[in-house]
């Protein structure tokens, strides 16, 4: 039986300015078939080299500049954010067997999203104009969404949004599952929840459980802690705490297709700009 060890992954400790990885997930870890995530810190004039191999792969800058040169493509002046709650993302989405080197300009803080596929796309720079913003929940459920990589972006499995959640409020409601295509209110995915905050004694508490009892857990996750949602598992919303005035939990989605996003509550959700929330800049 699953518990909180199995659903929740704390962050390798890096000291202030030092590059290394964060945190890392692979299919074999998560038990499951698709998503791989990993975060890593790059100084200045440091480069990270990979291969995305039988995934497709997603670059999306949380801080800081970079250029990329890869097989399939050269992109210069990628991420004018300083974190995550400094405005709108720049993403680099690369197909499979695709070699890249990540070449740090400025001190730099990347997440590598993948998913395996069957299927190849061009590759493609998101811009923080191509990010759609949307406004979901109403009252103590209100969240802002960027999607980075909404349903109709062109690709086989990846999704990916980031979503702020005000101190005090709750996110992902109401609760749901994603262990099954049953109708468009429920899609099977393997997800992650990657979490930011912008207080350091920040923290979200976040219910996992399951109609039969196997998983019944409230994890309490702080910064660049990765939260597990496996399969047959029902979300509660997180909740950022008291001490923290935004969090972020990233949402890394794939399955055997890349169904449409779970419907927001009726007359609860609007898109458009951002509202009062985060006001993000275009950077």
Not at 150 to 178: C, M, Q
Request: a neutral charge; charged letters at 25%; hydrophobic letters at 30%.
């Amino acid at each position: 039986m699953p518990s909180q060890t199995d659903l929740l992954i704390h962050p390798n400790l890096l000291k202030p300015g030092e590059a290394g990885e964060i945190i890392s997930l692979t299919p074999e870890h998560a038990r499951w078939q698709y998503i791989s995530f990993g975060v890593r810190c790059l100084r200045a004039g440091d480069q990270l080299s990979a291969e995305t191999g039988d995934s497709e792969t997603t670059v999306v800058i949380l801080g800081g500049e970079c250029e990329v040169e890869s097989a399939a493509g050269s992109w210069q002046g990628l991420g004018k954010r300083r974190n995550v709650f400094d405005g709108l993302p720049y993403a680099l989405y690369l197909p499979r067997r695709t070699s890249y080197a990540v070449k740090a300009t400025t001190p730099l803080e990347v997440a590598l999203c993948s998913a395996k596929s069957e299927r190849d796309f061009p590759p493609r720079v998101i811009r923080p104009e191509d990010v759609t913003i949307e406004i979901r929940g109403g009252k103590n459920v209100t969240r802002q969404i960027y999607h980075v990589l909404g349903p109709d972006f062109p690709a086989h499995r990846l999704l990916i949004v980031e979503v702020f959640t005000p101190s005090g409020n709750w996110s992902s409601y109401p609760p749901h599952k994603h262990d099954q295509a049953t109708s468009s209110h429920e899609v099977k995915l393997e997800e992650i929840y990657y979490y930011r905050m912008s207080h350091p004694d920040g923290f979200a508490v976040q219910r996992l459980y399951t109609k039969d009892g196997r998983i019944d857990e409230t994890v309490t996750v702080r910064d660049n802690d990765l939260v597990l949602i496996l399969r047959d598992t029902i979300r509660w919303p997180p909740d950022p705490g008291t001490t923290a005035t935004t969090s972020m939990s990233w949402r890394a989605t794939s399955g055997p297709c890349r169904p449409p996003m779970i419907p927001p509550t009726p007359g609860c959700a609007r898109r458009g700009p951002p509202g009062k929330l985060t006001p993000p800049s275009t950077g």
